[in-house]
Each structure stands twice: as structure tokens, then as C-alpha cells.
């Protein structure tokens, strides 16, 4: 059975009090590099998948992007994105990303925002997406990097004042489940290795342009300075790509 745990009620109101839910994309420490790999969105299709509060689908109305479809597993995530929307062209869809079944050459531009590590098989997405981008198409994502996702326990390893010591990297070439916690308990996610991403987009056809492992921006830590330690380690990897 598919992960939804964005409808668990706790996680759920947890999830909502985080910066990036609160103020959108700004909120997001990674945003202004995600943002410039994006192509121009200017009559364009755009697909979003895992479109969760449907900050980037708005974004691409924003930018006059012809029609955007947000997919999503959680009732409660598009219950929020239909609540903050009011734009006809913006359709939101309740469906596992895996379950996908567009049409051929549908879309101009597919994004997706930290979503693929709680998916089993990127192999399975990637061809999806591939089949449903024109040719010429761009395919964008964000997932918690590699070095992140290796450990079971994602976390510091702290000394007994509760200083962060270092982030451990153990397990990583043996890829798959981990069970975590994220906001709650019990959270399910996958972890694959770095050239586990790369190769299964140049096995489904895909161009690589441009690969970045992203840090919050200077006026980001000014403004938010908790987050200094983010540049101690990768947390993010954003991978723009072309059919």
C-alpha cells in the first residue's frame, strides 16, 4: 500500500506549522535554486507531482504557464491547495504519483518537490514522466539527498550537552526502505544512492543539465539563522533534466 501520511491527522498539523508551509515558497531554504533551473513557464503545460499545497502550481500560473495539474496522494494536502487557489486553470488530481497515466507528449514541463524519496521505484517515475514530457520537455525535482537518507536515524549525532557533533553516513550503498521519523513517528521513506538518480534518468532517455546539492541563500540564514548548519552537510538534491 502506498504511503499516505500527510493525512494522518498529527503529522498533518505538525506539517502545517512548518516555515515552508506557512510562507510558501519563500519558506523554502531551497527554493532560489530550485526556482532558477525552472525553463520559461510562459504558455507552457506543467505538471506537479506530489504538488502538495500547490505553492509551485500557482507559481507557474504566476508565470503564465497555459494550464498546471497538481497530482497528490493526501486529501488534506488538496483540501489546502483548492482552499488557497482560485484560478480555473490549475486542476488538482488525488492520485499516488506512481498511479499516473497521462497522455503522450502532454506536458511542456514536469516538477516535483521533495516527493520521490517516499516512492519505491524512481526507475517506474521516471519512465512515466518521460512518456507523458514532449519531446524537448524539462523535468525538474528536489529530493533529501543521498547523505541524508542513508541512516535510519536522520539526525545528528550530538555529545551529551546536545551539541551537534557531526551527521553520520553508514549503509549507503544499501539502498531501500527507512523507517524514520519526520514531524512524527513512523515515517517511511527510500533511499537511493546519488548515481542511482542520474543513471535511472539516462536509462529512461533523459538529458542531465544540471545538478545541484543547494544551501539556504545569505539573506535565508540572516533571516533564519537556526538553519546555519545546513551548510555542514548536503540535505537537498535538485536535478534539472531534459527529454
Given at each position: 500500500?502506498?504511503?499516505?501520511?500527510?493525512?494522518?491527522?498529527?503529522?498533518?498539523?505538525?506539517?502545517?506549522?512548518?516555515?515552508?508551509?506557512?510562507?510558501?515558497?519563500?519558506?523554502?531554504?531551497?527554493?532560489?535554486?530550485?526556482?532558477?533551473?525552472?525553463?520559461?513557464?510562459?504558455?507552457?503545460?506543467?505538471?506537479?507531482?506530489?504538488?502538495?499545497?500547490?505553492?509551485?502550481?500557482?507559481?507557474?500560473?504566476?508565470?503564465?504557464?497555459?494550464?498546471?495539474?497538481?497530482?497528490?496522494?493526501?486529501?488534506?494536502?488538496?483540501?489546502?491547495?483548492?482552499?488557497?487557489?482560485?484560478?480555473?486553470?490549475?486542476?488538482?488530481?488525488?492520485?499516488?504519483?506512481?498511479?499516473?497515466?497521462?497522455?503522450?507528449?502532454?506536458?511542456?514541463?514536469?516538477?516535483?518537490?521533495l516527493a520521490f524519496h517516499y516512492i519505491k521505484s524512481?526507475?517506474?517515475?521516471?519512465?512515466?514522466?518521460?512518456?507523458?514530457?514532449?519531446?524537448?520537455?524539462?523535468?525538474?525535482?528536489?529530493?533529501?539527498?543521498?547523505?541524508?537518507?542513508?541512516?535510519?536515524?536522520?539526525?545528528?549525532?550530538?555529545?551529551?550537552?546536545?551539541?551537534?557533533?557531526?551527521?553520520?553516513?553508514?549503509?549507503?550503498?544499501?539502498?531501500?526502505?527507512?523507517?524514520?521519523?519526520?514531524?512524527?513517528?513512523?515515517?517511511?521513506?527510500?533511499?537511493?544512492?546519488?548515481?542511482?538518480?542520474?543513471?535511472?534518468?539516462?536509462?529512461?532517455?533523459?538529458?542531465?543539465?544540471?545538478?545541484?546539492?543547494?544551501?539556504?541563500?545569505?539573506?535565508?540564514?540572516?533571516?533564519?539563522?537556526?538553519?546555519?548548519?545546513?551548510?555542514?552537510?548536503?540535505?537537498?538534491?535538485?536535478?534539472?533534466?531534459?527529454?
Amino acid at each position: 500500500m502506498k504511503q499516505n501520511k500527510y493525512d494522518d491527522v498529527n503529522f498533518f498539523s505538525a506539517y502545517k506549522k512548518m516555515e515552508r508551509s506557512v510562507k510558501g515558497l519563500e519558506g523554502a531554504g531551497e527554493w532560489h535554486i530550485l526556482k532558477g533551473l525552472l525553463p520559461e513557464l510562459k504558455n507552457k503545460s506543467v505538471l506537479d507531482l506530489g504538488c502538495g499545497f500547490g505553492w509551485h502550481c500557482r507559481y507557474a500560473r504566476e508565470q503564465q504557464a497555459r494550464s498546471v495539474i497538481g497530482v497528490d496522494i493526501s486529501e488534506k494536502m488538496l483540501q489546502q491547495a483548492r482552499e488557497m487557489t482560485n484560478d480555473s486553470l490549475i486542476s488538482y488530481i488525488k492520485m499516488p504519483i506512481e498511479d499516473i497515466a497521462f497522455s503522450d507528449s502532454q506536458f511542456d514541463v514536469v516538477i516535483s518537490s521533495l516527493a520521490f524519496h517516499y516512492i519505491k521505484s524512481f526507475k517506474t517515475i521516471c519512465k512515466k514522466v518521460y512518456d507523458c514530457l514532449r519531446p524537448g520537455g524539462s523535468f525538474i525535482f528536489s529530493v533529501e539527498h543521498p547523505i541524508f537518507t542513508s541512516r535510519n536515524n536522520q539526525d545528528w549525532i550530538y555529545d551529551d550537552k546536545g551539541n551537534r557533533l557531526h551527521w553520520a553516513v553508514d549503509n549507503y550503498q544499501l539502498e531501500g526502505l527507512r523507517e524514520t521519523s519526520f514531524l512524527t513517528e513512523n515515517v517511511i521513506k527510500y533511499h537511493r544512492t546519488f548515481s542511482t538518480y542520474i543513471n535511472d534518468l539516462i536509462i529512461a532517455g533523459f538529458n542531465i543539465r544540471t545538478v545541484k546539492e543547494p544551501i539556504p541563500s545569505k539573506e535565508f540564514l540572516i533571516n533564519n539563522p537556526e538553519m546555519k548548519d545546513e551548510l555542514r552537510r548536503p540535505m537537498f538534491l535538485i536535478i534539472s533534466s531534459e527529454k
